[in-house]
């Protein structure tokens, strides 16, 4: 078997990019990319090393086009006239390797069209770079700070950028509320000319384990909507109640009720009964009528049953599963409270 070494694969990858940028110009120069992103933060949290990339735009599913991370590895924003590719190829240097400077610096160089690109990364370690053609829309502009880097094109005022940055190192918080921190104060000082469409934050782990569904801490977007930032801050609070519901559940399986508890008791303080749909509610009333602590249990099922009166259905269906004893009598007092 022959293993290529990693100088030699960035050479391969290069010779790719040098491959791709061309024939991406030619399919501009026959139908012109619009420009896909507006503003976007690239950035490394330097307690926790967690690493994430956030943006908003006046274009459908902004997210799925812009946005690149990979735990352990980097983060990448690819904007502009946006050339994705950007995306893949400088997550793979960083991981052969290449800081985000080089990794950035190499792919802009072989590109024909870096002219019309706005580009950011973020390395594992916090090192930062950012490119802003000069032909990008204007007001279009970066700026890049310790371990973090801002950049923004058709800005309605060319104070966007600093107010981000500004925003993003005054902040307090884990790397998501200072990453929605950023994308807030960027449409408070007019944001994209044309309005808003789109939001998304992805944000990794320091760590790669291989399990992406493990290293992916958030990763979130909001595909079309009057305003996604707003939108986007409610799904990661929402997603921070359901991670908490997750964490409940492992500890259940496990069978450290009192752990299980603190970790319901954690996501209902993040969301009311009514956005979850009651869901936190019903599953704490679960866990106590499971360890025969049934009065306790019952206000927390009459919470979820007022949201919809099927989570009572649900309940005889969980003996069977090891979730509550098998007993008929418990099963109908705890169907019953909701009449009560």
Not at 112 to 130: H, I, N
Not at 294 to 308: G, K, M, T
Request: proline fraction near 4%; hydrophobic fraction near 45%; include cysteine.
């Amino acid at each position: 078997m022959c293993h290529l070494g990693a100088n030699v694969r960035v050479s391969l990858l290069l010779a790719t990019a040098a491959a791709v940028f061309p024939a991406t110009a030619v399919a501009q120069r026959i139908s012109p990319r619009r420009p896909v992103a507006t503003y976007s933060i690239v950035a490394r949290d330097s307690v926790t090393g967690e690493i994430g990339v956030a943006v908003q735009s006046h274009w459908f599913s902004v997210g799925s086009i812009v946005t690149w991370a990979e735990a352990g590895v980097g983060a990448v924003a690819t904007q502009s006239f946006v050339e994705p590719s950007y995306g893949p190829l400088g997550l793979e240097l960083m991981r052969l390797g290449r800081s985000a400077p080089q990794a950035l610096a190499a792919l802009v160089s072989t590109d024909t069209d870096e002219a019309v690109r706005q580009v950011a990364m973020v390395d594992a370690s916090g090192q930062v770079a950012a490119h802003t053609g000069s032909r990008a829309i204007q007001a279009a502009g970066q700026h890049t700070g310790s371990q973090y880097s801002v950049q923004a094109n058709l800005m309605e005022n060319a104070s966007v950028w600093g107010a981000m940055a500004q925003a993003y190192e005054d902040s307090e918080g884990d790397l998501a509320e200072r990453l929605l921190a950023a994308l807030e104060a960027a449409q408070a000082e007019g944001g994209d000319i044309r309005g808003r469409q789109s939001a998304a934050i992805l944000i990794v782990s320091p760590e790669n384990t291989g399990r992406p569904w493990v290293d992916r801490l958030f990763d979130l977007r909001v595909e079309d909507h009057a305003t996604p930032v707003v939108e986007l801050r409610r799904l990661v609070t929402l997603q921070r109640a359901y991670r908490k519901l997750n964490e409940g559940d492992e500890w259940v399986t496990q069978g450290d009720i009192p752990k299980a508890m603190e970790a319901y008791q954690a996501a209902m303080a993040f969301v009311s009964d009514a956005d979850i749909n009651g869901e936190a509610a019903f599953w704490v009333g679960v866990t106590l009528a499971s360890i025969d602590r049934v009065e306790e249990a019952i206000p927390y099922l009459r919470r979820a049953y007022a949201q919809d009166a099927n989570w009572a259905k649900l309940i005889p269906r969980l003996p069977a599963s090891g979730l509550l004893p098998a007993d008929d009598a418990l099963v109908s007092r705890l169907v019953s409270s909701m009449q009560e």
